[in-house]
């Protein structure tokens, strides 16, 4: 019942910018995280940011860190992961994530639902 749809990938130049959504519908859990993660041809899926969705508190990986902005809209069932300052070594898919949790999670085995992807390329 749990689905997260991912949108909002494309083609950019280096220092360009994205915003990716991931609409959430189905997850009724009173306590939970949600986060982004990306996954790089040859490559293993790494952590990127996460939120505590009632809280709003953050987390993310050194090398998003002042460039990358995790947020979501409680109204619309949305989280966003707004991507400015863009480098080749960002390009990868990227998924959203959600578990039910009390507290954030930053590793792929930790969260049980997933979306589909979105492709982000950025070009040098």
């Known amino acids: 019942q749990v689905q997260l749809v991912e949108s909002g990938g494309g083609l950019v130049h280096t220092g360009g910018s994205l915003r990716l959504s991931c609409a959430v519908s189905g997850f009724t859990f009173a306590s939970y995280a949600m986060g982004w993660f990306r996954q790089a041809p040859g490559k293993e899926r790494e952590f990127v940011a996460a939120i505590r969705w009632r809280e709003g508190d953050t987390v993310y990986t050194d090398s998003v860190k002042g460039r990358f902005t995790i947020s979501r809209d409680n109204a619309r069932n949305t989280v966003y992961l707004q991507m400015n300052s863009l480098k080749p070594e960002d390009t990868a898919i990227y998924y959203c994530?959600?578990?039910?949790?009390?507290?954030?999670?930053?590793?792929?085995?930790?969260?049980?639902?997933w979306g589909q992807g979105t492709q982000v390329t950025v070009s040098s």
């Open positions: 994530a959600a578990v039910a949790s009390v507290i954030l999670r930053t590793t792929p085995r930790e969260y049980a639902y």
